[in-house]
């Protein structure tokens, strides 16, 4: 595949933090109107099936057969939508999004483990400075913030962090030989398998009830989902999986500042120090991980 000029791949970056900082957001107005929160997830992965069906189509056809490693972000990405929106219902659109964002953590881990790239004593220091503050964070969650269930919900937001790790590493394999659109027409038609075994289990209704409702997941299906996960996964092939974390840090910020802005949600002073610990342990970790080429994706044996 033709190599991406870094420059543009950091534009994409940047584009694409910024539009999935809008996700907890939308998602958040989206149940306010009447909607669930797995049916809000997924209808934003139908809805955005056109879209990437239809940026697709010039390289299907000239795509070779893809390794069944295509299929890993699909079900790695519903599972961290399945725990994600379930976390909204809990805490705040600003700690979900945060504590969701130790995936780079476990980004670096997995690169080390399964993509055999180095990492250094700041890794380590990192991770452990994040990590602990996640636990900190859990154990002192307050009410205050006015989240019904801040505990919970920062739970199942480190358990999105963990799938979304997984979405972002399989996803960084199969980038090597397959384009983004490709990518993200197959995760948006294997993503709502996962969602709709999680709504079998539930009594939520499968169709939003509301005007309002279907308004919001029309804009979280085209902002972060087409625009902004569409462009991250673009732009990742382009630059340096390090930096590529610097840039995505803007995510938890805008996502805390359009919480308070449109939300009316506040963090304690202790929520934002430990937030404070846990962006720059995640920083530090990303800075101690040295980008190494990853190893071609396996292909099916005829």
Not at 69 to 84: R, S, Y
Not at 234 to 263: E, K, T, Y
Request: charged share 10%; proline share 7%.
């Amino acid at each position: 595949m033709k190599q991406q000029a870094p420059a543009t791949s950091m534009i994409a970056l940047v584009l694409g933090a910024v539009g999935i900082s809008f996700a907890a957001i939308f998602a958040k107005e989206a149940m306010h109107a009447g909607a669930g929160p797995l049916n809000s997830a997924l209808w934003r992965l139908i809805l955005a099936v056109p879209v990437f069906a239809l940026l697709a189509l010039p390289h299907l056809r000239t795509a070779s057969r893809p390794s069944w490693w295509i299929v890993v972000p699909g079900l790695a990405f519903g599972l961290d939508l399945l725990t994600w929106h379930l976390a909204f219902t809990k805490t705040t659109a600003a700690a979900s999004t945060l504590l969701a964002n130790v995936s780079v953590v476990f980004v670096g881990f997995g690169g080390w483990w399964l993509l055999k790239e180095r990492i250094d004593w700041r890794w380590g220091l990192g991770a452990g400075l994040a990590l602990t503050a996640v636990g900190a964070m859990a154990l002192l969650a307050s009410p205050g913030t006015g989240a019904p269930d801040p505990l919970m919900g920062n739970l199942l937001s480190l358990g999105t962090a963990v799938c979304y790790a997984a979405y972002l590493l399989s996803a960084k394999v199969v980038r090597r030989t397959v384009h983004a659109s490709v990518v993200m027409l197959a995760v948006v038609l294997i993503a709502p398998l996962v969602l709709a075994g999680g709504l079998l289990c539930t009594d939520e209704p499968w169709l939003p009830p509301t005007s309002d409702a279907w308004l919001w997941i029309v804009l979280l299906a085209l902002v972060p989902q087409c625009a902004g996960q569409g462009l991250i996964i673009w732009g990742l092939r382009g630059l340096p999986a390090s930096f590529s974390a610097i840039v995505l840090m803007i995510q938890p910020i805008g996502a805390a500042v359009w919480g308070a802005l449109f939300l009316g949600e506040l963090l304690t002073g202790a929520d934002i120090a430990l937030s404070a610990v846990v962006l720059a342990g995640i920083l530090l970790a990303r800075v101690g991980t040295q980008d190494t080429p990853p190893p071609a994706p396996p292909t099916p044996s005829n």
